[in-house]
C-alpha cells in the first residue's frame, strides 16, 4: 500500500483467441402458412393419438373391471376353501392333542389300576395262603380234639361199664 490510501491491483492480461459463440436462432412468426400447417398437423396427430389412448383406456378398465369380477368369483370360493382347510387343520390337531392328553392320561390311571390290581391279587394271595394255614392248622387241631374225644369217651364207657360191674 502507498501513502495515499488507495491499493493497486494488477492488470490482467488474456492472451489467445476470444471463445466461439453460436449464432442466434431466428424464430419464425406464428402467422406463415408454413408454421401454422405443421402445427396443425401436429394439433391433429395428437388429437388422434389421445382419441386412440382413451378408447384403449376404456377397454382396459372393462378389461379390467371383467377381470376383478371373475377374479373375485374365483377368489371368494378359493378363500373360504383355504379359510375351512385351516380351520379343519387347526380343529384337527386340537382334537388330537385333546385325544392323545386323554390317551396319557387313561394309560397312567390304567397303569396305577394294574399295579393296584397286582397288590389286590397279591394280598389275596397271602390271605389265602394265610387262611389255608390256618385252615390246616384248625383241621389238626380238630382232628386231635376228635381223638382226645374219643379216648375220653372210651374211658367214660370204660369207666361206666367198672362201675356198672362193682
Known amino acids: 500500500m ?15 483467441q476470444k471463445p466461439q459463440t453460436k ?10 402458412n408454413n408454421s401454422t400447417n405443421t402445427i396443425m398437423d401436429e394439433l391433429f396427430n395428437i388429437n388422434t393419438q389421445l382419441e386412440a389412448m382413451t378408447e384403449e383406456l ?10 376383478k369380477r371373475e377374479e373375485i368369483e374365483d377368489l371368494i370360493p ?8 385351516k380351520i379343519e387343520e387347526t380343529v384337527s390337531k ?7 392328553n386323554k390317551t396319557q392320561t387313561l394309560h397312567e390311571k390304567l397303569a396305577g389300576l394294574e399295579f393296584e390290581n ?4 397279591q394280598t389275596v394271595c397271602d390271605l389265602k395262603n394265610n387262611n389255608t394255614q390256618a385252615i390246616n392248622e384248625l383241621d389238626i387241631l380238630i382232628e ?18 367198672i362201675f356198672a360191674k362193682e
Open 94 to 100: 386340537k382334537i388330537k392333542t385333546e385325544v392323545a
Open 2 to 16: 502507498r501513502g495515499n490510501g488507495k491499493s493497486e491491483q494488477p492488470k490482467l492480461n488474456f492472451k489467445g
Open 58 to 67: 376404456r377397454e382396459l378398465r372393462e378389461d379390467l373391471s371383467m377381470l
Open 144 to 161: 386231635k380234639d376228635y381223638e382226645t374225644s374219643r379216648e375220653a369217651l372210651k374211658l367214660a364207657n370204660y369207666n361206666e361199664q
Open 78 to 85: 378359493k378363500t373360504v376353501s383355504a379359510i375351512m382347510s
Open 118 to 121: 397286582e397288590q389286590l391279587k
Open 23 to 32: 449464432p442466434a436462432n431466428k424464430k419464425q412468426r406464428a402467422d406463415s
